[in-house]
């Protein structure tokens, strides 16, 4: 695999657009507001953005339920919009990426309507149909199928009742989708985050699945759709006729049940793969499992560099809560958050930071559970009203939903973070006084300015190469509280160690040069509750 030469120095940043700032004060974010506010993300030094859905949609699942996908949603502005935005971000020398929605479409798309007026509808090849429905089980709860009454048959959807899946097997959907990715890229685009990619290629068969069935008689058996091999034929066939002839990037997002071996096979074709192995590393306490997150975040680096693949590195994104509040401490946030920075801004690969990530925004603080607005969450109310009771429905979402990853971005102390002068569609987080970019760059303390600081050395000196292109080993292997580990090549060894409890640990150092560190002090031979640095030796 041959990467675009910036690849291998870029910071990614994703913006859920409709979150980040809104220029025209109707409680929605938008384009212009984006442009308002790349000087913002200039001055943190990123040099990737990852700009999240803003196509024509009814909104079912935040924008990924597209009706047109060659359009902007008049909410959130206007093509030529984009189009500023792409030229702003290039005189800036920050590359720019879209969201490919490739695997459904909305239920309100004109191909789907017309699929569904009857069973011999010249469109009805482009979703998959099916008399009776299979026990698949969709990600967002419930049966994969829905019943379509117009043409008295199912098809298949496996996120929301709203977007019935593409058929890839389809030639003609997958001529219609390529020239799709042709449209952006001749606009601009320097690539692509490919949205839910794992699962173009379906068991077509529609047999049951085996697995055990819950208690609704739904099989939750991703297998069926996610990463088979028919798809690697449709990302083969998009890389020679479309991607090949672009100095891009491509993104695809693989999901949970991809392993290495899946990762090889995509990344003859694509240039890296997002999985989500180090989403989720809880024990039994939901406090973090540093063992688990070290041994998943080292077996992706040691067998993607092995190889020569770069693979992206990521806290959280859209669909995940805070990292604040997973891996952080919000009692303990400049420091917490400052230890998180250190230990993914210094690994192998190409880091993304989250919207709110680099001012260490936590989970929503919402009493009520109408608050929670995103489709999963909204199905998983839906789904356990009459099993749970509300408080306990309450604290699953107040820990899991994806609201969270959606909360407004906190630019001011101001009524409404900032972020409008109007009711914001979403309800702003209640740490906005306390936690937001205004404060934040004025104190040179600041998480904000730490982020900046860990970008930089990252990016812009003379470690650059080491953290680059430098070895990957994990040291500190067995440590229940530290994250540690050693990037090294022929000119430096440079040392990471970040405690991720609120509790002293000991270990043994060496004597380096400190180049960044979370505290004031060091003391040797130790690290005090999340403290975390950086050493050097020169060869
Ligand atoms: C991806 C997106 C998620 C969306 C789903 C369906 O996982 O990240 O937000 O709901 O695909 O498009």
């Known amino acids: 695999m041959s990467y675009p030469n910036w690849l291998y120095t870029s910071v990614g940043y994703e913006i ?6 809104d220029s025209n004060q109707d409680g929605v974010g938008d384009i212009r ?34 009706i047109d996908h060659r359009d902007v949603d008049d909410r959130l502005g206007t093509l030529d919009d984009i189009k500023e935005l792409i030229d702003e971000c290039h005189k800036r020398d920050i590359k720019i990426i879209f969201d490919y929605i490739m695997n459904q479409t909305s239920d309100e798309h004109p191909w789907f309507i017309e699929s569904r007026q009857s069973v011999t509808s010249k469109k009805r090849d482009y979703y998959i149909w099916s008399k009776e429905p299979n026990n698949w089980g969709s990600f967002f709860g419930g049966s994969a199928w829905n019943y379509d009454e117009t043409s008295n048959e199912y098809y298949l959807k496996i996120f929301s009742d709203k977007m019935p899946d593409l058929n890839w097997s389809n030639p003609k959907v997958r001529s219609e989708m390529f020239d799709l990715a042709k449209y952006w890229l001749d606009l601009g685009a320097d690539g692509f985050r ?42 083969e066939e998009l890389k020679t006729k479309v991607f090949d002839r672009y100095d891009m990037v491509s993104i695809g997002e693989v999901g949970g049940g991809a392993k290495l071996r899946d990762a090889y096979k995509y990344t003859k074709t694509i240039d890296m793969v997002f999985n989500f192995d180090a989403c989720w590393c809880l024990d039994e306490n939901k406090q973090t499992d540093v063992l688990e997150l070290k041994q998943v975040i080292n077996y992706w680096i040691t067998g993607m560099k092995n190889k020569g693949y770069l693979l992206p590195q990521y806290w959280l994104n859209h669909d995940h809560p805070r990292v604040m509040s997973q891996y952080g401490d919000e009692n303990n946030p400049k420091v917490s958050g400052k230890m998180l920075a250190t230990i993914l801004l210094f690994l192998y690969g190409v880091p993304f930071i989250y919207n709110g990530e680099e001012i260490g925004m936590t989970n929503a603080k919402y ?20 099993r749970k009771t509300e ?39 209640s740490d906005y006084k306390t936690v937001n970019v205004e404060d934040q760059l004025k104190d040179e ?14 990016i812009n000196s003379e470690y650059t190469n080491t953290f680059i292109h430098g070895d990957f080993k994990l040291i500190e292997e067995k440590s229940k509280s530290i994250f540690g580990y050693i990037r090294e090549d022929d000119n430096y060894t440079i040392t990471i160690l970040a405690n991720m409890k609120n509790k002293k640990v000991t270990y043994k150092e060496q004597d380096s040069e400190i180049i960044l560190s979370n505290l004031k002090t060091h003391t040797a031979n130790e690290l005090q509750p999340y403290e975390s640095i950086v050493m050097v030796n020169k060869k």
């Open 16 to 21: 859920y657009p409709r979150s980040f700032y």
């Open 33 to 66: 507001g984006i442009i308002e506010k790349i000087d913002y993300l200039k001055h943190l030094g990123i040099n990737l953005l990852w700009v999240g859905p803003f196509y024509p949609s009814p909104l079912d699942d935040n924008g990924y339920d597209v």
């Open 194 to 235: 490919m949205d839910a990619i794992a699962h173009l290629g379906k068991d077509m068969t529609l047999t049951h699945s085996r697995k055990k069935l819950d208690e609704d008689g739904i099989a939750p058996d991703w297998s069926k759709f996610s990463n088979r091999d028919a798809l690697y034929d449709y990302l």
């Open 367 to 386: 009493t009520k559970i109408e608050d929670f607005k995103d489709v999963s969450s909204q199905n998983y109310i839906r789904l356990n009203k009459h």
């Open 391 to 429: 408080k306990e429905i309450l604290n699953h979402l107040l820990f899991n939903s994806r609201d969270h990853g959606h909360l407004p971005m906190q630019w001011s102390a101001t009524k409404y973070a900032g972020f409008s002068t109007t009711t914001p569609y979403l309800k702003v987080n």
């Open 445 to 458: 303390d600041s998480l904000l300015n730490f982020y900046r600081q860990a970008i930089n050395l990252r």
